[in-house]
C-alpha cells in the first residue's frame, strides 16, 4: 500500500509539474502598442488596476492570436449609412468602419467625430485584430486564442432584412484547428446585443461570442457599442477627452432617447419634463438621424439620462461617457454591463432607484458640487478605453499607449480561458472541459432600439 501510494504521490506531482510548465506556457509578452505591431519585452498599454481580476503586475497580458483565413462575405455588413432623409447614404475610405464623420465644437475647438451604426463593433474589432493588433501570430501552435472572423450586423432572425448571414459551412470547415479541447479558446465578435442574433454555425463544441449584453448567459464578457470617438488616432482621443473633461458644460441634463422598451411610460414623462425646463438638451425628432446634436449636446450636458430601453443597456450610456457626462441609470440591471471596461458603475454614474424616477430633474439639482467633480474625475480616468481606435500616425508610433475598447475584450478574455482552464486542471479528475464550455452554445432572439 506504501508502495502504491508512492506511485501515486509521484504521478500527482508530475502532473503538477506538468500543468505549471503549460500554465506558464499561456503567458504572453507585454509588448508595446505599436503601428508596427512588433512583439517584444515592453511595457503594453496600461490600465487602471481596479479592472485588473487576473494581473496583479499593473498591466493587462495580452493574448497571442491567430486568425483564421476568410471570405470578406463572411462579415455580412452594408456599406451604407441613413442620413437625414430615410435615403440610403454610400460610406467611403475609413468612414464604412468608423462611422461618418461629424465635425462638433468643444471649447472652441472643432474635432471629427464620427456617428457610427449602433451594431458596427463587428467590424471595428475585425479591423483592429487584423490590422493593427500588436500580438497576431501566424503559427497556430504560438496561439492562445483563435479568431474566428464571421458575423452579421443584421438579425439572423429577420429575413426581410435580406440577405443576413454568411455561409455556415464554409465557416465551419475552415476551422481546422478547432476540436473538443480548443474550442474554448475560439471566440467570434457579435455586434449584436446577443451571439443568438449570429447565424448558428452548428459546432460540436460551441464557441465563444463576444457581444453586447451575453452576461445572462455567464460570460464575464461583453463589448461596448461603438463611440463617437471610433476611429480617432490615440493622441487625438486624449486632446478630446481632456477637451471634453475641463470644458464649461451649459445644460443639467441630456434627454436623448425615443419612446419604446420596457420603460416607454417613463421615457414620455422624462421628454416632456425635459421640453419645459430650460437646464434640459434634447435634440427632438431628429435624435435617431442627427448623431452630431447628441454628441454635442452631451458635450454641453452635466448628466445624461439613460432609461432601460428593450434591454437593459444602450448605445447612449458609453455615448454619454465619452463625452464627460455623468450616465443616469434607472435600473440594477445596467450595473453589469462592460465592468471590464467601465470598472463600477456606481463610480461614475447616478443610479436612481424607481421611488425616484418621477423627481429625476430635482433629485439631480441636489447633488453635491464635489460629488459632481469626484464623479466626472471618475469618468475621464476610464473613458478612453471605451472605443476603438485607428492606427497612431507615424509621429506616434513610438508611444506607449493605454489600452482601448479592443485590447480590454481581448485581455480580458484571455484572463476567462486561463482562470477557466485552472479551475479544470484543479479537479486532477477525468477529461474535463473548461467551465466557460457551459455558456457557449445557446440561443437568444432580440430586437433593438434606444
Known sequence: QRMVHRQEMRGLLVLLLQVGLAVGSFKTLRVRHTLQGKTGTTNGPKIPAEVLSSDATGSLQYPRIFVYDSKPSWRVYKNFWKGMSEDDVPCQGDECIYGIKQPISVDGKSWNTRIPGQFWNGRMYHHRLVNSYPHIVTDPSEADLFYVPAFTEWSSFHPEDGDVCYNATEVRESLIHYNASTAHRHFAISPRVSSGDQCPLDLDHGLQWLSLEDLQYGSKISIPY???????????????????????????????????????????????????????????????????????????????????????????????????????????????????????????????????????????????????????????????????????????ADQVHEADACDVSMATLWAEVRQSESECVGSLGGTCLPTIHKRMTHTHHSSKKH
Not at 437593459?312 to 455623468?326: E, H, N, T
Open 226 to 396: 461603438p463611440t463617437a470617438l471610433s476611429g480617432m488616432t490615440p493622441s487625438e482621443a486624449h486632446e478630446f477627452l481632456s477637451a471634453v473633461y475641463h470644458v464649461k458644460r451649459e445644460h443639467l441634463v441630456a434627454a436623448q432617447f425615443g419612446f419604446h422598451g420596457r420603460t416607454a411610460t417613463l421615457r414620455q414623462s422624462l421628454i416632456a419634463e425635459c421640453l419645459k425646463d430650460p437646464q434640459c438638451a434634447n435634440c427632438g425628432e431628429l435624435v435617431s438621424r442627427d448623431a452630431g446634436c447628441y454628441v454635442k449636446q452631451y458635450t454641453d450636458s452635466t448628466f445624461c439620462l439613460n432609461p432601460v430601453g428593450d434591454t437593459p443597456s444602450r448605445k447612449g450610456m458609453i455615448d454619454s461617457l465619452v463625452a464627460g457626462c455623468i450616465p443616469v441609470l434607472y435600473s440594477e440591471s445596467q450595473l453589469v454591463m462592460w465592468t471590464n471596461h467601465v470598472g463600477d458603475w456606481r463610480d461614475i454614474a447616478v443610479i436612481l432607484p424607481e421611488e425616484q424616477w418621477n423627481n429625476t430633474f430635482s433629485v439631480l439639482r441636489a447633488i453635491p458640487e464635489e460629488e459632481i467633480k469626484t464623479l466626472q474625475r471618475n469618468i475621464h480616468n476610464i473613458n478612453y478605453r471605451l472605443s476603438v481606435y485607428r492606427e497612431p500616425e507615424a509621429s506616434e
